[in-house]
């Protein structure tokens, strides 16, 4: 979660108002951010499970792919991702992967493509912040000529997560057609923005990119609503690995698959017919003939949490994988955890154990999410 | 009277035996608390070996024997109840009591004045 570092932490636009809420800030990845408020982890927790949480998530890295035509940027990314983006309709998001010639994983993005005028020659992606250095030298890399990748300074993010986001939101933009990963162009409270239905919570709710200098205004706005609560990164931790979702640099990273990793729906089908992403033949091997490990969502008995690098023991005793990303689970009630077990082992129901100081927790294999999902799928309403 | 250690640990020392937490400032720093794993009873300790660890939502935290001594009793309530160390830290979330071996140990603990001093230098 946190990391020791001499360079000088950057700060978002908001850093000044964190530290009015009472914001305790700690560095992560480059940046002072807020761990958490006044209320703490656990009942900012609750709060976006039951309410509406909002997270300055400006730290994220906004770039822009763009070139002369449509189907020149999508190729382009294309060459780096397995996904779909040339039948990427305007106006939808869609959850993705850089990935090296050999497969592994490079950094996950999420992609937008404008509706409108935009999206005739660009698409926009979300880059974790501490990979944005190493995507932009990485993408810059592949693309040919004509396509461009930038990064505009002066950019802010937000995410307001939680049953009662979209009842907020629509006091200030029109976001009543959005579904999940739909995006719009559009206006809060008459400020220009872009708004998707999306998140990292496992729970319904938005993503507003907007102006550093809007920032803080429309912030003020959203807290100034009674559903509103500000999270810190702590609870948005705890929020991601009971929604099942890797954190990079923790949960996935150049040392892993897609499909090790459980996201072989990152690779479209239309890729898989063509095998022509990177890694394609180490990849379409591994999703015929499985991998040798594989993520897995880990339910301990007991209170007692299970933290990254501890190991996960078979019922001899023997390593059979490690916890990737583990701690309490405030909705679940319990701890929870995620890691990398023998394939053998991935079935879930399956008993093992998890070794914290010496003692053996009784674990089982779980199916991920811990929470259920409540996103607010197109198909679905 | 209650005497501090830079790792945050609070003794109160009474005839022989000592009664150790950790401070308000440290169940703050910590957030929620989940689970505390305490020593057993009749654990011999040395002074700033590791006598209990606190987890947090976010982290694994370890509390050190601020003196020497035998633990003769834990403070069984925090099993069930580990949010009272957030509660009450100098109070009824208390860890446990040792049976002092070295009294001179105590003699090296700020007390709550300085220790007040040393955390606002933080």
């Given at each position: 979660?946190?990391?020791?570092?001499?360079?000088?932490?950057?700060?978002?636009?908001?850093?000044?108002?964190?530290?009015?809420?009472?914001?305790?800030?700690?560095?992560?990845?480059?940046?002072?951010?807020?761990?958490?408020?006044?209320?703490?982890?656990?009942?900012?927790?609750?709060?976006?499970?039951?309410?509406?949480?909002?997270?300055?998530?400006?730290?994220?890295?906004?770039?822009?792919?763009?070139?002369?035509?449509?189907?020149?940027?999508?190729?382009?990314?294309?060459?780096?991702?397995?996904?779909?983006?040339?039948?990427?309709?305007?106006?939808?998001?869609?959850?993705?992967?850089?990935?090296?010639?050999?497969?592994?994983?490079?950094?996950?993005?999420?992609?937008?493509?404008?509706?409108?005028?935009?999206?005739?020659?660009?698409?926009?992606?979300?880059?974790?912040?501490?990979?944005?250095?190493?995507?932009?030298?990485?993408?810059?890399?592949?693309?040919?000529?004509?396509?461009?990748?930038?990064?505009?300074?002066?950019?802010?993010?937000?995410?307001?997560?939680?049953?009662?986001?979209?009842?907020?939101?629509?006091?200030?933009?029109?976001?009543?057609?959005?579904?999940?990963?739909?995006?719009?162009?559009?206006?809060?409270?008459?400020?220009?923005?872009?708004?998707?239905?999306?998140?990292?919570?496992?729970?319904?709710?938005?993503?507003?990119?907007?102006?550093?200098?809007?920032?803080?205004?429309?912030?003020?706005?959203?807290?100034?609503?009674?559903?509103?609560?500000?999270?810190?990164?702590?609870?948005?931790?705890?929020?991601?690995?009971?929604?099942?979702?890797?954190?990079?640099?923790?949960?996935?990273?150049?040392?892993?698959?897609?499909?090790?990793?459980?996201?072989?729906?990152?690779?479209?089908?239309?890729?898989?017919?063509?095998?022509?992403?990177?890694?394609?033949?180490?990849?379409?091997?591994?999703?015929?003939?499985?991998?040798?490990?594989?993520?897995?969502?880990?339910?301990?008995?007991?209170?007692?949490?299970?933290?990254?690098?501890?190991?996960?023991?078979?019922?001899?005793?023997?390593?059979?994988?490690?916890?990737?990303?583990?701690?309490?689970?405030?909705?679940?009630?319990?701890?929870?955890?995620?890691?990398?077990?023998?394939?053998?082992?991935?079935?879930?129901?399956?008993?093992?154990?998890?070794?914290?100081?010496?003692?053996?927790?009784?674990?089982?294999?779980?199916?991920?999410?811990?929470?259920?999902?409540?996103?607010?799928?197109?198909?679905?309403? | 009277?209650?005497?501090?250690?830079?790792?945050?640990?609070?003794?109160?020392?009474?005839?022989?035996?000592?009664?150790?937490?950790?401070?308000?400032?440290?169940?703050?720093?910590?957030?929620?608390v989940v689970f505390v794993e305490?020593?057993?009873?009749?654990?011999?300790?040395?002074?700033?070996?590791?006598?209990?660890?606190?987890?947090?939502?976010?982290?694994?935290?370890?509390?050190?024997?601020?003196?020497?001594?035998?633990?003769?009793?834990?403070?069984?309530?925090?099993t069930g109840d580990p949010a009272?160390?957030?509660?009450?830290?100098?109070?009824?979330?208390?860890?446990?009591?040792?049976?002092?071996?070295?009294?001179?140990?105590?003699?090296?603990?700020?007390?709550?004045?300085?220790?007040?001093?040393?955390?606002?230098?933080?």
């Amino acid at each position: 979660m946190t990391e020791a570092t001499d360079a000088p932490l950057r700060e978002t636009p908001l850093a000044s108002l964190h530290r009015e809420l009472g914001g305790r800030m700690v560095p992560f990845a480059g940046y002072a951010m807020p761990v958490q408020y006044q209320a703490g982890i656990m009942a900012e927790h609750r709060h976006t499970r039951t309410a509406a949480g909002l997270f300055d998530v400006s730290h994220m890295g906004q770039a822009q792919l763009r070139g002369p035509d449509y189907a020149t940027v999508a190729a382009a990314l294309e060459k780096v991702t397995p996904g779909d983006f040339q039948n990427l309709a305007p106006g939808r998001m869609r959850y993705s992967l850089l990935m090296t010639p050999e497969g592994t994983i490079v950094d996950d993005i999420m992609v937008v493509r404008p509706a409108g005028k935009s999206g005739e020659t660009c698409l926009n992606i979300v880059f974790n912040a501490a990979r944005v250095a190493v995507d932009e030298a990485f993408v810059g890399t592949h693309l040919p000529s004509a396509v461009r990748l930038e990064l505009p300074p002066h950019r802010a993010m937000l995410a307001l997560q939680g049953p009662k986001a979209v009842d907020v939101m629509l006091r200030h933009a029109a976001v009543g057609d959005l579904r999940f990963m739909d995006s719009v162009a559009t206006t809060f409270d008459g400020i220009p923005v872009a708004i998707t239905r999306s998140g990292y919570t496992g729970e319904d709710g938005f993503e507003i990119y907007l102006s550093a200098s809007d920032a803080e205004a429309i912030t003020r706005t959203l807290l100034a609503e009674p559903e509103v609560k500000p999270i810190g990164l702590g609870a948005r931790d705890s929020l991601r690995l009971e929604a099942g979702l890797p954190l990079y640099g923790h949960d996935i990273d150049e040392t892993t698959t897609p499909v090790e990793a459980d996201l072989g729906f990152a690779i479209s089908p239309r890729r898989r017919a063509a095998a022509d992403f990177p890694g394609a033949i180490r990849i379409l091997d591994e999703l015929t003939r499985g991998t040798r490990r594989r993520r897995v969502g880990l339910r301990i008995d007991g209170k007692l949490p299970a933290r990254e690098g501890a190991a996960i023991v078979g019922e001899g005793g023997e390593t059979i994988g490690r916890v990737t990303s583990g701690g309490f689970g405030p909705t679940v009630d319990a701890p929870v955890a995620m890691g990398y077990v023998d394939a053998a082992h991935a079935a879930p129901g399956g008993a093992v154990a998890i070794d914290v100081r010496g003692r053996a927790l009784p674990t089982r294999i779980s199916p991920m999410p811990f929470v259920e999902h409540r996103y607010r799928r197109r198909s679905a309403g | 009277m209650t005497g501090y250690t830079r790792d945050h640990e609070w003794i109160a020392a009474a005839g022989g035996e000592a009664t150790v937490g950790i401070s308000h400032y440290a169940q703050d720093q910590l957030g929620d608390v989940v689970f505390v794993e305490l020593p057993q009873v009749g654990k011999q300790l040395r002074k700033g070996d590791v006598a209990a660890v606190v987890e947090s939502v976010k982290a694994a935290s370890e509390v050190f024997a601020p003196v020497s001594g035998e633990v003769v009793a834990v403070n069984e309530t925090l099993t069930g109840d580990p949010a009272l160390v957030n509660r009450s830290p100098e109070g009824d979330g208390w860890f446990m009591r040792l049976r002092v071996t070295d009294p001179t140990e105590l003699e090296g603990l700020m007390d709550e004045a300085s220790y007040k001093a040393f955390v606002d230098t933080i």
